[in-house]
């Protein structure tokens, strides 16, 4: 059967209503978010109430978890100064605009959903902070699954859409104890893994306009990634009217990504 | 001249072993520097004299140095030196009376020197730390998966991780590590193999157990203090 995942939706309701239009459009009813409904984007309350209303079982990002706990993330998120203050900025604005009946909404959400061998987290299974980069060391990559005692890992964050296999792998241990003089050699075949990253609906990093997210089928384990166009006008208009940094419609409008990427992926925000 | 590495830990308080091995270490032959891997506190004894003695070394004793252990985490965060935390932790496993115990232990003018300690050292291509890169708690032993291992390796990226939390002995090394990975993004397929490089983790024990390193050779020792003396004495020893 076949299920969708969508992540970062960043308060930009005009691109979660594509998008939830184009997966109804495939007949899909099973959707699972992965956080960062709020933040950078000019209607929290109203993305928030749309995932309501749909049922969609989410798991909590970053920015929810900031918002709810009045922590700005650490500027190791930021790559200049300058993205870190627009970054507080858009959290104050946030923090002022959402009902606290939404603001409770985020509290409880949970860090992770399991279904059967999928595991869905927003960053990583150490912390929502973490970015699994489709670069980064793939033992590293295969370490955050295998830890996680789960199959294909589902997470977002880095807002780019990837699907990840690590397979074939294997490697050699020698030990050598206090209590031998022997030396023991062992040889250990790793599992195949995989990441499925959903990128993002609110605001694409991966150097495209559209909104992106993932349809898996959990039959023939088969992972596509789809891109989806909205009214990007709207959620500009929206961002000016609103009084948020005008950067923010520049980068949905453009399809960049660099403004608020982390300079090192490796780091896990340590608040 | 070789070069060697004295890595020790989980003193606990024990000056007694810590002159064992600063003896043992003038009659090994090298130069020697010499590193104290934490846990030079604990609830047990009074750890007054050996913290001096750390930070005042004696003419002829090799110059030490420190970072900070489990429990020197627990008794910075006992005494506010992390913020609101609190030693839960210790609390929780240990109980109330060793919370107390290890307050006691340790004279407060010794704290300001405690936090300045550092969570580790990378010399080389080394990393040398108590738990690990991912906690000072962190328990790496025999049984940690070797992905968990490397892991740990990669986030300080060293290619040797010298640990002392499991206070156990131990020299893994990770060899002929090879995995394909294959990523499908909107550009396209993307296949790349990667290799690791001969890695190691190594225990370096606790206590009167410690471990020589020759910086030269990669090779490691694993000794027990006094066990020269102890040879002369009993005519057997320890093999490792």
């Known amino acids: ?271 | 001249m070789i070069e060697r590495w004295a890595l020790i830990s989980g003193l606990k308080g024990d000056l007694d072993t810590y002159e064992l091995i600063q003896k043992d270490l003038k009659k090994t032959p090298g130069n020697i520097t010499l590193f104290v891997l934490g846990d030079m506190i604990g609830p047990e004894k009074n750890c007054n004299k050996l913290l001096h003695r750390l930070i005042n070394p004696k003419s002829n004793d090799l110059q030490p140095w420190c970072i900070y252990g489990w429990w020197e985490e627990q008794i910075l965060l006992e005494s506010g030196y992390r913020g609101n935390q609190r030693a839960e932790a210790l609390r929780i496993n240990k109980g109330e009376e060793v919370v107390k115990s290890l307050i006691n232990a340790v004279d407060k003018s010794f704290l300001d020197w405690i936090a300045a300690l550092q969570f580790g050292f990378v010399e080389l291509d080394c990393g040398l730390i108590h738990g690990s890169s991912k906690d000072v708690g962190d328990d790496l032993t025999l049984d940690t998966p070797p992905l968990t291992l490397l892991d740990r390796l990669t986030r300080l990226q060293v290619n040797r991780l010298f640990t002392a939390r499991s206070t156990q002995q131990f020299h893994l090394e990770l060899t002929e590590g090879i995995l394909n990975s294959e990523v499908h993004d909107l550009t396209g397929n993307h296949k790349k193999e990667q290799k690791v490089p001969q890695k190691a983790v190594i225990g370096v024990g606790a206590g009167k157990n410690y471990t020589l390193y020759d910086v030269g050779t990669d090779n490691t020792q694993f000794v027990r203090a006094g066990y020269q003396s102890e040879k002369k004495k009993n005519g057997f020893g320890l093999h490792f």
């Open chain 1, 1 to 271: 059967m076949n299920q969708a995942v969508i992540s970062c939706l960043h308060a930009n309701l005009p691109a979660v209503e594509a998008v939830l239009k184009d997966i109804e459009l495939q007949g899909i009813t099973n959707i699972t978010c992965l956080g960062d409904l709020v933040g950078y984007g000019p209607q929290p309350n109203e993305v928030i109430e749309l995932i309501k209303e749909k049922k969609i079982a989410t798991c909590q990002g970053c920015w929810d978890e900031d918002v709810v706990d009045g922590l700005d993330a650490c500027d190791c998120s930021y790559p200049s100064q300058i993205a870190e203050r627009r970054g507080h900025f858009a959290h104050q604005w946030t923090t002022e605009k959402l009902t606290k009946e939404n603001k409770d909404f985020l509290a409880n959400l949970p860090y992770s959903i399991r279904k059967d061998k999928c595991l869905f987290v927003h960053g990583s299974p150490n912390s929502q902070h973490e970015y699994l980069l489709p670069d980064m060391d793939a033992f590293a990559a295969l370490e955050r699954v295998e830890n996680a005692k789960a199959e294909i890992l589902f997470c977002g964050h880095t807002h780019q859409p990837y699907i990840r296999e690590l397979a074939n792998g294997s490697i050699a241990v020698k030990v050598k104890n206090s209590g031998s003089k022997d030396i023991q050699k062992k040889e250990m075949n790793l599992p195949m893994r995989r990441i499925v990253n959903a990128g993002s609906v609110g605001e694409p990093r991966h150097g495209g306009t559209k909104a992106t997210y993932v349809v898996y089928n959990d039959i023939t384990n088969d992972v596509k990634i789809r891109e989806v166009e909205y009214d990007i006008e709207l959620t500009c208009k929206a961002i000016i009217n609103a009084g948020l940094p005008p950067i923010f419609a520049w980068r949905l409008k453009n399809g960049f990504e660099f403004a608020e990427r982390a300079e090192d992926a490796s780091h896990v925000c340590e608040r």
